[in-house]
Nanobody, 120 residues
Framework: QVQLVESGGGLVQAGGSLRLSCAAS????????MGWYRQAPGKQRELVAT???????NYADSVKGRFTISRDNAKNTVYLQMNSLKVEDTAVYYC??????????????WGQGTQVTVSS
């Protein structure tokens, strides 16, 4: 059984910073890609950033230059450093692990979500 456990959300003023962490646990052989998605009230879930096991990254245009995704493959952990936060970054942030190889095969997993609230 694979679980993704997120941490680091909270309340911050506009212009501030937060760092999210997500650790995948279980009998994992390999994870192809890890990333962060977010969902604001009344909106669809959207991609924030992803990173492959080789270090290739992809960012939403709205966060480029402000957010940085990184990954520790040995710990199956992904991080999201969020700087210069804006009110519009307020959302529930979900960790995603895609291409997770275990003895049971390959699947995609989601974390339970962590709230990020940016006040003006």
């Amino acid at each position: 059984q694979v679980q993704l456990v997120e941490s680091g959300g909270g309340l911050v003023q506009a212009g501030g910073s937060l760092r999210l962490s997500c650790a995948a646990s279980g009998s994992i052989f390999r994870i192809i890609a890890m990333g962060w998605y977010r969902q604001a009230p009344g909106k669809q879930r959207e991609l924030v950033a992803t990173i492959t096991s080789g270090g290739s990254t992809n960012y939403a245009d709205s966060v480029k230059g402000r957010f940085t995704i990184s990954r520790d493959n040995a710990k199956n952990t992904v991080y999201l450093q969020m700087n210069s936060l804006k009110v519009e970054d307020t959302a529930v942030y979900y960790c995603n692990a895609d291409g997770v190889y275990t003895i049971a095969g390959m699947k995609e997993y989601w974390g339970q979500g962590t709230q990020v609230t940016v006040s003006s």
